[in-house]
């Protein structure tokens, strides 16, 4: 079963940038016909799709946060990461990682980041 697991820092400061990776086991990234999501949920609101990186590594964006959003990967330790750059408190959110595939789906536990001077 695939599993995943958020690291990166909990605060954050304004304008810079944000970086989170997500470490995956029982799976790898390369797999064909697999997608590898990144999604946020702000606080009192709903869940936010920003992006994903398919099994070949090609990146796709929600468009509201498109300009400031990468989403990239590194094939020997099995991890992608996602780069929010020019942060404002209104990034604060619970970041997950997940994963779509014909296993159905697995999201990680999340992580809290909150972007704050």
């Known amino acids: 079963q695939v599993q995943l697991q958020e690291s990166g820092p909990g605060l954050v400061k304004p304008s810079q940038t944000l970086s989170l990776t997500c470490t995956v086991s029982?799976?790898?990234?390369?797999?064909?016909?697999?997608?590898w999501h990144w999604i946020r949920q702000p606080p009192g609101k709903g869940p936010e799709w920003l992006g994903d990186?398919?099994?070949?590594?090609?990146?796709f964006y929600g468009p509201s946060l498109k300009s400031r959003t990468s989403i990239s990967r590194d094939t020997s330790r099995n991890q992608f990461t996602l780069q929010l750059t020019s942060v404002t408190p209104e990034d604060t959110a619970v970041y997950y990682c997940a994963e779509t595939g014909p296993g159905g789906g697995h999201w990680g536990q999340g992580i809290q980041v909150t972007v704050s001077s």
């Open positions: 029982g799976g790898s990234i390369t797999t064909r016909a697999y997608w």
């Open positions: 990186i398919d099994s070949g590594g090609a990146s």
